[in-house]
């Protein structure tokens, strides 16, 4: 601590209300014990600071930004330094001609393209909770959101990364042109890595022109979850590409629409809502809802573009909406997208024999799953992991994958080699080692102890 604070002075803080606020993210869990400190970073150097410190004694560090994760990846428990990254939130460069931007980590998700905006460029990656979140947490967790099925997720809209080490070494990995594929992809490690490699201290992010034309929003209720997904995969089928398409269960839609104080939706009413934009968003939403009133959906079209955001935001909701039921293990599987129906049946399935309820909504445009599991209380009762796992193997069964875009931290950690099988989980964690040798960075989260 006498270290930490002869280098970085103020910028340490060890109050009991700081040491508590980083044991814990969105996800509702929270590490064991109290941090050594939080250390508040404004600049690549105070990293460096705090990398080369924990180094020569051994002190793990734990990566955070605004701690709104969903998997446990930023808390920081006993014994640990809780390294936030918040501060840094600057766009150093914008250059529309050749699409790129350079910021700094702890930048919002929103606050970075509306400052975008005004160059005619934005960075397409789109989660719910882009007014919360950070471009370094989007990067740590390879984020997605609701944008994803048309513009692609984090992975896709990063062309580079600067990454400081364990030790406080600075890497400039990546490149700032379209192409390149000098030695390994380091960039697209560090995508998703959960702050298990380094520290990400800067970004030079793929840039997009703005959307020309209009954005066309509509819904379609349908009378259970089950039909609203398999119209869903036949909007996928009919080859027309929606920007957002996204499902709601009743149970979620109900919440949302009491958080949000409107109507309350029909009894047991599922919920698509789909967007399309450019020069042909008319003409696509047309044939989309030609699409999922064949499946039998009840359409209707937003009149002008600020009842389509009043739309969206039914769904953006989601997660505060879940808060007011209780608990919640907010869970994040994949699953290709002709096998959305069928993981639908499986989470039927699962509710029925845990006598559970599953609220469960879906980036339905490429297959990625939330269900909710509400409960009682700050623990997991074994009840609700039991049949999570269930999930969990339901959707590996199906094709699919643990998780789509809210990382593995310490919620999922114990499934990883069920996904990845021993010999790749291996690999990955002797790669880590590479990274980190003394194991110092995050340790605990993404690979079990």
């Not at 460029?121 to 909770?129: E, F, G, M, N, T």
């Not at 989007?138 to 048309?150: E, M, R, W, Y």
């Not at 997208?337 to 559970?356: K, N, Q, T, V, W």
């Not at 039991?386 to 959707?395: D, G, K, N, Q, V």
Request: proline content about 5%; glycine content about 10%.
């Amino acid at each position: 601590m006498a270290l930490l604070r002869a280098e970085l002075g103020a910028r340490v803080d060890t109050s009991p209300a700081a040491l508590d606020a980083a044991r814990a993210d969105k996800s509702g869990h929270a590490a064991q014990g109290l941090p050594l400190a939080v250390v508040n970073a404004a600049s690549v150097a105070d990293v460096q600071a705090v990398m080369r410190i924990a180094t020569a004694t051994r002190t793990p560090v734990v990566p955070r930004g605004a701690g709104t994760g969903l998997a446990g990846g930023a808390n920081t428990g006993g014994g640990e330094i809780s390294l936030s990254v918040r501060a840094m939130d600057r766009v150093l460069e914008v250059r529309p001609d050749d699409l790129l931007a350079v910021v700094e980590p702890g930048i919002l998700n929103a606050d970075l393209n509306a400052q975008l905006e005004a160059h005619g460029v934005w960075w397409a990656p789109d989660p719910a909770s882009r007014a919360i979140s950070t471009v370094g947490g989007n990067i740590a967790t390879g984020a997605g959101g609701l944008l994803c099925a048309k513009y692609g997720v984090v992975r896709d809209a990063v062309l580079g990364v600067d990454l400081v080490l364990a030790d406080g070494r600075l890497l400039h990995l990546g490149h700032r042109s379209v192409k390149g594929v000098t030695g390994l992809d380091l960039t697209s490690l560090v995508i998703g890595s959960e702050g298990t490699l380094g520290v990400v201290v800067g970004a030079t992010l793929k840039l997009r022109r703005l959307v020309e034309g209009e954005r066309v929003t509509l819904t379609a209720l349908f009378d259970g979850v089950r039909a609203a997904a398999v119209a869903c995969s036949a909007v996928t089928a009919s080859g027309v590409q929606p920007a957002i398409m996204e499902l709601m269960d009743a149970t979620s839609l109900a919440a949302a629409h009491r958080l949000l104080a409107l109507p309350v939706p029909p009894a047991g009413a599922a919920q698509v809502t789909i967007q399309t934009d450019g020069p042909a968003a008319t003409d696509e939403a047309r044939e989309i809802a030609a699409v999922l009133q064949a499946a039998g959906g009840r359409v209707s079209v937003a009149t002008d573009a600020a009842e389509g955001e009043d739309l969206l935001a039914v769904r953006r909701a989601m997660h505060p909406a879940m808060e007011t039921l209780g608990t919640t293990l907010i869970e994040d599987v994949s699953v290709p997208r002709s096998a959305l129906p069928d993981m639908f049946d499986e989470i039927a399935r699962i509710e029925r024999r845990y006598g559970l309820v599953i609220p469960a909504v879906a980036h339905a445009g490429d297959g990625n799953l939330h269900p909710n599991f509400v409960f009682d209380g700050p623990e997991v009762p074994p009840v609700v992991w039991e049949a999570a796992e269930e999930l969990f193997r339901a959707a590996l069964a199906l094709g699919g994958t643990l998780t789509g875009e809210h990382g593995i931290g310490v919620l999922k950690r114990r499934w990883l080699a069920d996904e990845l099988g021993e010999d790749q989980w291996a690999l990955q964690r002797d790669i880590a080692r590479v990274f980190d040798p003394h194991g110092i960075l995050n340790p605990g989260k993404v690979f079990a102890p």
